[in-house]
């Protein structure tokens, strides 16, 4: 991904003005590394979220208090929503687009950064058509339906010299960072094996009323706006947390869809599958995910112990040990660090780190094939 340069950024950020303002200007959101007890004043990112449905509420609400970081705009379809975000948090008419006039955001100075919550297949216009319009974006997981797709999307963003992010909240999340450690530090010997499941019956049980995805007018069951059933929504974590404990990519899969209660709902999308991976250093994975029963539940078997999180990949509070004893850390605002330690890295003009960007979005995908080619021809496959 290509480097921002300093005029770029400044441009970006509406700061067309002269030098000298410049040079009294960046320094003051040259963000410091570690946080002080001085509050940050300095300017912040503006974000517009864009599809607001139940995660963009999710989104929006622990964004309220971020440091480097402001909801500035939205982009909805449903007027009536327009109408009551705009009440809700402040947002001014002139950041607010629905789907048709959203180009016209590269006008708008005042939005850096557009954050991609819409329908699974959707979210490859989005992303292109931010990148187009000069803005920095973050989508949602998973990055998109296919590998072409990414690629567009990868592409799209380096041609127009803005960065790409993926929602990857548990990149953020210190339990998470701490199976990372366990596994890649081999705190217990190198991991030889990983069990990771992810399901819910009903999908987000804090809405209100809660989201039915066994509901057959849901985007998550048909095919075209998801890309898949619940391999694409939840096993992606598994599979996120198979590659971060490891630091590996897996280079075979194999799997088997389950068995369908319904086939009327899962007439489009498996109701259940179970993949194994095989990774470079001999380490396996058998995991599992499902939108027809509930289970959360990651562990990982290496040389002189083990670590386990259950739950452990939904929104929290998580529970897990280790040989060592319990793991356990203070709940934290998973979507605000994540985009406030996005932003400050923007605000610094530094580039993203690679495990929450495109290209990590695209390996996502690139499994996610491998393992739905694996169900339909009940063979192994191989990836490079
Ligand atoms: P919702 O169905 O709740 O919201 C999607 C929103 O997209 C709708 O409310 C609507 O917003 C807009 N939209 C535009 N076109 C369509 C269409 N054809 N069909 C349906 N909606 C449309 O979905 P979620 O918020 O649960 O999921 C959105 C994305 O976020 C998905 O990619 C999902 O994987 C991801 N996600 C990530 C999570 C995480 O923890 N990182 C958790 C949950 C979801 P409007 O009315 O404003 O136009």
Redesign the pocket.
Known sequence: MKNISRRSFVNKFGMGVGASVIMTTLPSFMVETEKTAIPYTGKKINIALC????????VAESMQGSEYCNLAG?????PA?AIQWKEQYNIPEKNIYN?QNFDEIVKNKDIDMVYV????S??KEFVVRSAKAGKHVIT???MAITVKDCEEMIKACNDNSVQLAV???LHYEPTHLEIKRLGQEKVFGQVRYIESSLGYKT??TI?KPP?DVNNPA???LNKK?SGGGPL??LGIYCIQACRYILGEEPISVTAQFGTVNDKKRFSETEESISWQMVFPSGAMANCNSSVGYNIDRTYAAADAGSFELSPGLS?GPYEGKSTNGPIKFAPIKQQQKQLDEISKLLLENKKLPVHITGEEGLKDIKVINAIYKAAETGKKVLLS
């Open positions: 599809g607001l449905g139940i995660y963009a509420k999710r939205i982009v909805t379809g449903t929503k789907y919550i819409l329908p699974n959707l979210h949602e997981k998973p929602g990857y909240r999908y987000d809405a989201v849901h985007w998550r706006l694409m929504d929104y």
